[in-house]
């Protein structure tokens, strides 16, 4: 390697999830997930989440890009780029429909193999997710979600039952996409969509959050466990969404006040990388009264159960000023940064933050990073002659990855690949629209399900082929 490019081994691709691009919800025995129950929604009105599927609601995610049917044309469009690695995730349903049975449905395990071999005819690695905000919607409503310890066993049965199918298949793994969001626990919708555990009056949602993430870094680090002994060579990580909290200025209390926001969003890290948790949130335990339930022998499978490396998305970093309390809650301590402009859904653009990212949990746990999620949701319009002009994505990626190497070249930031989310077009998690494109393959259908579903190649495209064949180097 020289000082200006990446590792020859480099993994570039793109990232999507299963609940979010596949569609096929009622077909190949798959069971009903939390995701076939949310709404559209929009910039200016959130999801509704429904007890049942309701007729005169739409639900984008039963259709979604319909990649159930389309993967062949799809992975092969991905390999036109040049990708070297595809995350997606394995829709827990299809696997268990209810999440709780003790066989799996060989129909969904069977449906990725197909997915799996049609990447590595391609030489292209799987890289996979196994808990993706797609949990079984009977665990809610029978079990109370994680909020019930009894979902360990059936998570990592799922996950002995993936890592035995598909070990030599797949050699890279994480067990629960962005499992910190919910630390924003004044969000209901995050907490839903992380643990499945609807709030009612009354709740203490903060220690509820607690006892569910526990419950979730124990079944994690089980599952490393348990994929390890099937095939050592296996890579199993944990994956958070990256935020870093910047103090709004250089006063003493906004600069404590953003190290303990960074801590209180990201401690899962420490769990899962370090096997312990840090003495600031047992203290804090103590202080709040919270005898969560947290055994010996849970502290012991979380000692030996630590991840590979650590996956990520970046997106956006935040800033917060201290007002008049240390327990940082994300909605209401959060300013404005006037150093940083945003997107049209706005979400701040900061290309440096993630350089900062890179360098901080370098610094603080010392394993390999692999960026798994970063991109742009955007407009885009689809021209009479199928073409898309995506400068405004092309830029805002060019402008992250210019940073991801100075990190990686100038910094000796240890990275392993770089996987844009939604490298073709899907149903937005946070709204559900289609109009929030991020992919470099357009897909023609808009926010209610209408169009021809064809692809087609934004010049995103071209250029991101050119930056995988370059290893970074043709910007």
């Known amino acids: 390697m020289t000082e200006s490019t990446f590792p020859k081994n480099f993994l570039w691709g793109g990232a999507v999830t299963a609940h979010q691009l596949e569609g096929g919800y009622n077909e190949g025995g798959k069971g009903i997930s939390i995701a076939d129950l949310m709404t559209l929604g929009g910039p200016n009105h959130p999801r509704e989440l429904t007890a049942t599927i309701e007729k005169n609601k739409y639900y984008p995610n039963h259709k979604a890009i319909d990649f159930y049917h389309h993967y062949k044309e799809d992975i092969k469009l991905m390999a036109e780029m040049g990708f070297k690695a595809f995350r997606t995730s394995i829709a827990w349903t299809r696997i268990f429909p209810n999440g709780d049975e003790t066989q799996p449905n060989e129909e969904g395990l069977a449906f990725y193999d197909k997915v799996f071999d049609e990447c590595l005819k391609y030489n292209i690695e799987p890289v996979v997710t196994l808990s993706h905000f797609e949990m079984p919607y009977h665990l809610v409503t029978e079990y109370g979600g994680w909020s019930n310890r009894k979902l360990i066993d059936f998570f990592t049965r799922f996950a002995h039952v993936c890592f035995e199918r598909y070990h030599n298949k797949v050699k890279y793994w994480m067990t629960f996409n962005e499992i910190n969001n919910q630390a924003n626990y004044e969000s209901d919708i995050s907490v839903y969509e992380n643990s499945g555990i609807k709030f009612k009056e009354g709740d203490d949602k903060q220690k509820l959050m607690y006892q569910a993430a526990h419950y979730e870094m124990v079944a994690s680090a089980e599952a490393v466990q348990i994929g390890h002994a099937i095939n050592p060579d296996m890579q199993i990580g944990c994956m958070l969404a990256f935020c870093p909290i910047y103090p709004a200025s250089p006063k003493p209390e906004d600069i404590l006040f953003a190290q303990r926001a960074m801590d209180s969003r990201l401690y899962f890290g420490d769990v899962q990388v370090n096997g312990e948790y840090p003495r600031w949130l047992t203290q804090y335990f103590k202080s709040k009264n919270y005898n969560l339930d947290i055994t010996d022998k849970d502290l012991e499978i979380l000692k030996h159960g630590t991840v590979d490396y650590i996956a990520f998305s970046y997106y956006m970093s935040f800033a917060v000023k201290y007002t008049d309390h240390m327990d940082y809650r994300e909605y209401s301590d959060l300013v404005e940064n006037p150093f940083v402009k945003a997107s049209d859904w706005g979400w701040p653009v900061d290309p440096v933050g993630l350089r900062y990212s890179l360098n901080w949990m370098t610094t603080r ?111």
Do not use: Q
Request: charged fraction near 30%; glycine fraction near 10%; aromatic fraction near 14%.
């Open 365 to 475: 746990w010392h394993k390999s990073l692999f960026i798994v999620e970063n991109g742009l949701g955007a407009y885009d319009k689809l021209t009479d002659d199928h073409k898309v002009h995506d400068d405004y994505r092309i830029e805002y990626l060019r402008s992250h990855i210019k940073e991801m190497k100075k990190a990686v070249t100038e910094d000796g930031v240890d990275l392993w690949g770089y996987l844009p989310w939604g490298c073709i077009d899907l149903v937005s998690a946070s709204t559900g629209e289609m109009n929030k494109r991020y992919g470099f393959i357009y897909v023609d259908e808009d926010n209610h399900g209408n169009g021809s579903m064809k692809r087609y190649k934004k010049d995103s495209f071209d250029w991101y082929k050119k930056v995988i064949e370059s290893n970074g180097t043709d910007l």
